[in-house]
C-alpha cells in the first residue's frame, strides 16, 4: 500500500468520499510490468490529461501522486473557492435587493450560516471527486501509484519502493503557497489556500496578506459573510497584473464593501497575543499594524519539487520551477513538464492546455510550441476581471503602432437593467492592420465572455470584425460587438463620407 496518508479536515462523510477517491487508504500500488511508454508524475490538472490522453491512444502510462489526485484544483483551488465566492454572492444579494422591489424587514434580516456554506462546497467536491479518482484512472487504463516519487536515474523512477522505467516522462507536480520570509508569522500560525477551506466557521475578523486573485476573492467572500477584513499588499495596486483602470474599479467595490486596503505595505512583522494576530507593515507612513483573529497568506506560489531528486534525472531547476524550452522540453530530453511547475500561467486551463502539448511532442516528436497558446485569465471577484493577449502597459510601451478603443458597460442595455454597469471592455489592436492583440472586461460575468476574444486572437481577426457576430439581445456580451462597430466607425475617413454624401445625393 502506498505510505502517503493524507488527512483533509474536517472529516465528514464528504471529506471521507474525496479521499476515498483522490487517494484510496486501502490502495494497492500496481506492480510494474516493463518499461512505460510514458510515467506522469503529479495528478492534478495537468498530469491527469496527460495520463487519460496517453491511455486514451493506446499507450502504457503510469501516473504518480503522492498526495489527493485532482490536485490543487480540486482540493484547494478552482472547485473549493468558487463555491465559497458563489456562496458569498448568495449572501450579499438579498441585503442589495431594494433597488429591485425586494424589501426585507429590518426585524428579520438574512441569517448567514458560513457553515452551511462550507459543508455545501465539501458536498460538491466530494461529488466532483469521482472524475479525479483512482479507479477511473484505473478503469481507463493508467498505473495508478501513490506514494512520493524519485528519479534513479534519467530514464527510471522509484515511487514507494517500486522502479518504474520509462521511455517519457511528463512531470506536472504543480505548485503550492509560498512561504513569506516575515518574522514571527510561522509562530503566530496563518491559513493558505491549502487550509482556508477547511473552516467551519467564519472568523470575526480576517488579515489577507496579498492582493492578487487569490487575495482578492476570497477578501471579498470573507467579507460578505460578516467578517472584518483587512488586505496587506506590497503593491501598490490591487491585482497587479491586471489593467490599471480595471483595478481601480474592483477596490472601489471592495471599499464599499468594506474591506480595508493597505497597499504598498511592507510587512516586517507577525506577532500573537491575548487580542488576536498582528501583523506590522510600513508604507511610507512609519510603522503601522492591524489585527485579526486569522491570517491569510495569498503571497505567491512555489513550485512542488522537493523530493523528485531531479538531478539524477538530468533535470534543471530554479527557484520558479522546472527550466522547460518552447516544447515543453526539460534538460532531459525524455521528460517534459507541464502546468504550474514549469508555467507563469498558474491556471487550471492552462495546465490543460500545456499538458496537451507536452503529451503530443513526448510520445508523437511533435513540435508543438507552448508560446503558440493564447492564454486568458479571470479573477473571479464581484465583478469579475478577465484578461487576454496585450496589456494596457505593454500596448502604451508600443506606442503608436497599438490602436486602443474601450466600450463603457453603462452603454449596455443589459448591464442597465440588471444594475451592472459598472465596468467596461477594452482591446488593443494593430493599428495598420486592424488584428486584435489584446483585451482587459470587467463586468458580472466576464470570464464566461472572454472566450470570444481569445477566438479573435487565435484567428487573428480584425477589431472590426467583431461587429459582424451576432450576439442574442439583451446580453452584456454584446458589448463585444458594439466596440467592433465602433472600431469599423473609426475607419471611416472624411473624404469617405463626403463622397457616400455624393452618392446618396444622386441617388434621390
Known sequence: MASSKPVVSPLDEYNQTLINNAHPPEWINPKPQGRYNLVVVGGGTAGLVAAAGAAGLGARVALIERHLLGGDCLVSGCVPSKALIR???????????????????????????????????????????????????????????LGQAAFISKNMIDVEGARLEFARAILANGARAAVLPVAGLEDAGYLTNESVFSLTRCPASLIVIGAGPIGCELAQAFRRFGA??????????????????????????????????????????????????????????????????????????????????????????????VSVDDHLRTTNPRIYAAGDICSSYQFTHAAEALARIALQNALFFGRKKASDLVIPWCTYTDPEIAHVGLSSSEAQKLGPRVGTITLQLDSNDRAIVDGESD?????????????????????????????????????????????????????????????????LRTRLKPWMKKLLQKILSLRR
Open 228 to 321: 472584518e477584513v483587512s488586505v496587506v499588499s506590497i503593491d501598490p495596486q490591487i491585482l497587479p497584473r491586471e489593467d490599471a483602470d480595471a483595478a481601480a474599479l474592483l477596490q472601489q467595490q471592495l471599499e464599499r464593501e468594506g474591506v480595508r486596503l493597505f497597499l504598498g505595505a511592507r510587512v516586517r512583522l507577525a506577532e500573537k497575543s491575548s487580542v488576536g494576530k498582528t501583523i506590522v507593515f510600513e508604507r511610507g507612513q512609519g510603522v503601522e499594524h492591524v489585527t485579526a483573529d486569522e491570517i491569510l497568506v495569498a503571497a505567491g506560489r512555489s513550485p512542488n519539487i522537493e523530493g523528485l531528486n531531479l538531478e539524477a534525472a538530468g533535470v534543471q531547476y530554479h527557484a520558479k520551477g
Open 87 to 145: 456562496a458569498s454572492r448568495a449572501a450579499y444579494e438579498p441585503m442589495h435587493s431594494a433597488e429591485f422591489g425586494v424589501h426585507l424587514p429590518p426585524s428579520n434580516p438574512p441569517r448567514l450560516e458560513f457553515g452551511d456554506a462550507m459543508q455545501r462546497m465539501r458536498r460538491l467536491r466530494s461529488q466532483i471527486s469521482f472524475h479525479d479518482s483512482a479507479q477511473r484512472f484505473a478503469k481507463l487504463g493508467v498505473d495508478v501509484f
Open 423 to 487: 465596468g467596461f471592455l477594452r482591446v488593443h489592436f494593430n493599428s495598420e492592420k486592424g488584428a486584435v492583440l489584446g483585451a482587459t472586461l470587467i463586468s458580472k460575468h466576464a470570464g464566461e465572455s472572454i472566450g470570444e476574444l481569445v477566438l479573435a486572437i487565435q484567428k487573428k481577426m480584425k477589431v472590426w470584425e467583431l461587429g459582424s457576430i451576432i450576439h442574442p439581445y439583451p446580453t452584456q456580451a454584446e458589448i463585444i460587438k458594439r466596440l467592433g462597430d465602433a472600431a
